[in-house]
């Protein structure tokens, strides 16, 4: 399954999705409108608004109106190269999820590797660079390594 991991809502009904293989997607959800007539609703922006990522696994407003990532990554246009901050993003998702497997606080964390809470924060949601030597850091916190590679 492919798996979201950052979510942008845009005009009208349309928002963007961040996948963790580092692909983003574009994704009108008023397509899927004709078959599922309830997403209509969705073209109130208030209700719009209120999307959010259901873990992973796909972007729902409500208990009645959600979309697969599976579909948004299947139907959605790829938009990556609108975007500079994929790596970024995908980097601070792994560390976020590896922290979460050790069942590690962001604040033991940041104690850990000597910086504060709230860079971690940033550098978790992908709104901070970290240097090469801050990933080593943060690799040696979570007991692990860190591996840079260009292709």
């Known amino acids: 399954m492919k798996k979201g991991i950052k979510l942008v809502l845009k005009e009208g009904t349309t928002f963007d999705l961040y996948f963790l293989d580092g692909v983003v ?3 009108d959800i008023i397509s899927l409108a004709d078959k599922f007539p309830q997403l209509n609703a969705l ?3 208030t209700l719009f608004s209120q999307g ?5 696994g796909g972007v729902i407003w409500n208990d009645e109106l959600d979309v697969s990532s599976e579909t948004i990554y299947e139907d959605g246009v790829d938009v990556s190269s ?3 901050d994929i790596d970024t993003v995908v980097l601070g998702y792994k560390i976020k999820q590896k922290r979460i497997e050790l069942k590690m606080s962001q604040e033991e964390l940041a104690e ?3 910086i504060d809470q ?7 949601k992908g709104s901070a660079n970290p240097s090469i030597k801050m990933l080593s850091r943060i690799a040696n916190g979570l007991k692990s390594k860190a ?3 260009i292709e």
């Open 25 to 27: 997607k574009r994704y």
């Open 43 to 45: 073209k109130d922006r």
């Open 52 to 56: 959010k990522l259901l873990g992973w």
């Open 82 to 84: 609108e975007y500079d």
């Open 112 to 114: 850990k590797i000597g």
């Open 118 to 124: 709230s860079d971690l924060s940033k550098i978790e």
């Open 147 to 149: 591996s840079i590679t």
